[in-house]
């Protein structure tokens, strides 16, 4: 009994008999229907025969991959006050923000999220904020600057009044009446004191651009004068100094840093922005764990970083890192970009924490810092002895102060107190903000995130499970962190097109999980589980190919789908689209989500797989024969989303999807295109052949109109106005490969 009282955490398992019941089910129709393909393909013969059964063995597979993730799905419940027994002892942690563009990432959201850190309940002197800046601009430092002032009243009050959301755009929203009961006079004094700086911080960050920042700052900002975005030397700047280091001090210390960038020298996007980090932060603090957000992330449950410590102090293999899932705040009513992955990630996270730990998605993850050296699990003491300063350096770098912490952190112990002056090492951070410093390095290729995906997130958690450590799963109610998911057709598919790039190029990379699972310390299912997420964008060419299908029948009179005298297949087939339907149904209807939402993300699952996987598949190629390199293209943040939390009462504009004229639309238009033609031209046919026992019948024909219903905001597209029509470059670049199908349909009848 008292042993358990003093569990920091424990494991509760959620999987449901009916549940892994269902998804044999799908997968035992899904396995028929494939081997009855194999059977029949004497007698139906053809091409689309063919077709139907190469897609329909895809989708058995990646259903078997599915079961596979989910089958054991385990979830942490974690007992911070339990943590009262070691209070005292409580490490430090480094805190990371990464913003990379102003225009994109307004500084009012990263600001937010600092100060939601900042506030969050854990000893002040056990933490350091670090802002990395990839944009270099001088007006996300002055919004940092200027939020100290603010910082230093917001910090004390979030914590005298255990305000419940510390990232004050969102906590200003509603009213305090609504939001606490604790409303005493004197309290809403202070809060609408509060409320009333928190505007003019605002309104003094939103107002401040390039060429307009106050005159009486130019001594602080003279680094940024004449410097270029691409091109300049590393800027560190301490903002905020906790004198009194461990021992307590109004708010943690705040430092600055744009690392050095040059035109020729590779910066490795948001991967080398937190190599870049964790050295500084190395140089300076050497917290023992380092927790990493996005600009737009921010902490939404005040004691997250006490819960995450319920997961990492103890056995530490079994928490190499630990990852809260993705959630987003703001949302658009019904999902309708099917962007906010609530099921699957209420569905796979567990599911991955039953065989060994979730990916590492990239934000909203501690890590333990000597995992991102590449120190293996149980390494004590082993190594270190062995290691002359030249090997040191060719791994570390050539920085005495980051040896020196790197050696403290791999094999040292762990880093309870962070120093008070840190002013007196900005210039070792400098130094390792180079964009030099990783050449001829491990920096990259075996320790720090590693490059060679634009998902570099993940590919830096598979290399940790791979090397033998486990992940953890930080479930919160209410959420961890909470970010923007974009919204709009161009935000979200170019979105979806960067991570299927990037998750393609792991698969294909000497990393991949089915090398890792024969030569390292990967499992079996875990390979199986990393498999589910790295295939994703081969879903492209399949539903390209399946949502062609039945307008190929249609246009060559040839036939997929069973005749009416086929009853057993019929039924097999009604059986799986019903069942599948259901069964996908009901989970959203579990996650406390609408019917419409459920509706919402099937239509843009096909948008999504049709569209951005598909020339994610294509961009991924092309990087990998060595034609093009990939890029990280950075997402717009919508700032709407963080001004009202719980305003759902959106208008139907918002939701609407819209266009521009980028490539990654091409793909789902092209196939309404011929869509559209077969239904013209092959419809009559049918129609007047109906009781012919051959050639397209009217599942194709049903088929067709089913694949114009999920992809009607494109039909809409074909007709719409501005920016909810498909631009006429789009039409005419879908329209040739549409052209094109047709006439090899055409003339192969
Ligand atoms: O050169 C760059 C590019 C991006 N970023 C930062 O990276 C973060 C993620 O970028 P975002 O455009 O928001 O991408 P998302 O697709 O929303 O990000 C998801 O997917 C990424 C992998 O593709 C992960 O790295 C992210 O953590 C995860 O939230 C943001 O804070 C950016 O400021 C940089 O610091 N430098
Ligand atoms: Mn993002």
Redesign the pocket.
């Given at each position: 009994m008292a042993a358990d009282q003093c569990r920091l955490h424990e494991r509760v398992p959620l999987s449901k008999p009916l549940q892994r019941l269902s998804d044999l089910l799908i997968l035992f129709l899904l396995l028929s229907l494939v081997a009855y393909r194999v059977a029949s393909l004497r007698s139906h013969g053809g091409h689309a025969w063919f077709v139907a059964l190469v897609c329909e063995s895809w989708f058995a597979f990646v259903w078997l991959l599915n079961v596979n993730a989910k089958w054991n799905r385990v979830t942490y419940k974690t007992f911070p006050p339990r943590l009262s027994n070691i209070r005292t002892s409580l490490p430090a942690v480094d805190l990371f923000v990464?913003?990379?563009d102003p225009e994109l990432?307004p500084p009012i959201i990263t600001v937010n999220t600092v100060l939601s850190l900042l506030a969050v309940d854990y000893p002040v002197g056990k933490l350091a904020c670090y802002v990395?800046d990839?944009g270099g601009s001088p007006v996300t430092f002055y919004s940092l600057l200027q939020s100290v002032k603010f910082a230093k009243l917001w910090v004390p009050f979030c914590k005298k009044y255990n305000v419940r959301v510390r990232a004050p755009s969102v906590y200003f929203s509603t009213h305090p009446a609504e939001s606490t009961d604790t409303a005493s006079s004197h309290f809403i004094q202070q809060w609408t004191h509060l409320k009333n700086e928190y505007e003019e911080l605002q309104r003094r960050i939103e107002s401040a651009n390039e060429d307009q920042i106050p005159h009486h700052m130019s001594h602080e900002l003279k680094d940024f004068l004449n410097i270029e975005r691409r091109n300049h030397p590393s800027i560190v700047k301490v903002i905020w100094e906790n004198k009194e280091g461990s021992e307590g001090g109004l708010m943690p210390h705040l430092i600055y840093v744009a690392r050095e960038k040059r035109p020729k020298h590779p910066h490795h996007?948001?991967a080398g922005?937190l190599n870049v980090l964790t050295r500084v932060s190395g140089v300076m603090t050497n917290a023992a764990f380092m927790l990493n957000v996005?600009?737009?992330m921010f902490a939404n449950n005040p004691e997250v970083i006490l819960h995450g410590m319920c997961l990492l102090l103890g056995d530490e293999t079994s928490s190499g890192f630990v990852q809260a899932p993705?959630e987003f705040h703001g949302a658009l009513r019904d999902d309708p970009f099917g962007n906010q992955l609530v099921v699957l990630q209420k569905q796979f996270m567990p599911g991955l924490q039953g065989i060994r730990g979730p990916f590492y998605?990239?934000?909203g993850c501690f890590h333990r810092r000597k995992v991102i050296y590449g120190s293996p699990p149980n390494n004590n003491n082993k190594n270190k002895a062995n290691l002359s300063r030249e090997e040191l350096e060719m791994v570390f770098g050539n920085s005495t102060e980051f040896i020196e912490s790197a050696v403290e952190a791999t094999w040292g112990k762990c880093n309870n107190d962070l120093p008070s002056n840190i002013s007196g090492r900005i210039e070792a951070a400098k130094k390792v903000a180079s964009s030099t410093y990783e050449f001829n390095t491990s920096w990259g290729k075996e320790i720090g995130l590693l490059y060679g995906s634009?998902?570099?997130?993940v590919l830096t958690g598979l290399r940790c499970h791979s090397i033998g450590w486990r992940s953890a799963l930080l479930m919160l109610e209410p959420p961890a962190f909470l970010g923007n998911a974009p919204t709009g057709g161009p935000a979200s598919l170019s979105?979806q097109k960067?991570?299927a790039t990037?998750l393609l190029e792991i698969f294909a990379s000497k990393r991949s999980p089915v090398l890792a699972v024969i030569t390292k310390e990967l499992t079996f299912r875990q390979c199986l589980g990393y498999l589910l997420l790295l295939v994703w964008p081969v879903r492209g060419v399949v539903e390209v190919c399946y949502a062609l299908l039945p307008a190929y029948c249609l246009l060559t009179s040839s036939s997929f789908l069973p005749k009416a005298s086929e009853l057993g297949f019929l039924a097999l087939l009604l059986a799986l689209f019903v069942i599948y339907n259901a069964y996908t149904l009901a989970e959203y209807l579990q996650c406390g989500l609408s019917i419409r939402a459920w509706w919402n993300n099937q239509r843009m699952l096909k948008i999504y797989s049709l569209n951005a996987w598909l020339l994610g598949f294509f961009s991924a190629l092309l990087k990998i024969l060595g034609i093009s390199d990939t890029i990280?293209e950075?997402?717009r943040k919508d700032q709407r989303n963080n001004d009202d939390s719980n305003d759902t009462t959106n208008t139907a504009d918002d939701g609407r999807f819209t266009f521009d004229s980028s490539l990654v639309f091409v793909p789902g238009t092209a196939v309404v295109l011929v869509n559209v033609s077969a239904l013209v031209l092959g419809g009559r046919q049918i129609i007047v052949g109906a009781m012919e026992e051959k050639g397209a019948g009217v599942g194709e024909l049903a088929c067709s109109v089913l694949v114009l219903v999920y992809l009607w905001p494109f039909v809409k597209g074909l007709v719409g106005k501005g920016s909810y029509g498909i631009p006429w470059a789009v039409i005419c670049k879908a329209a040739v490969p549409a052209c094109f199908f047709m006439h090899l349909c055409i003339n192969s009848v």
């Open positions: 990464t913003t990379a990432e990395s990839d996007y948001k922005a996005d600009c737009d993705q998605a990239g934000t634009v998902t570099e997130d979105q960067r991570w990037g990280f950075v997402t």
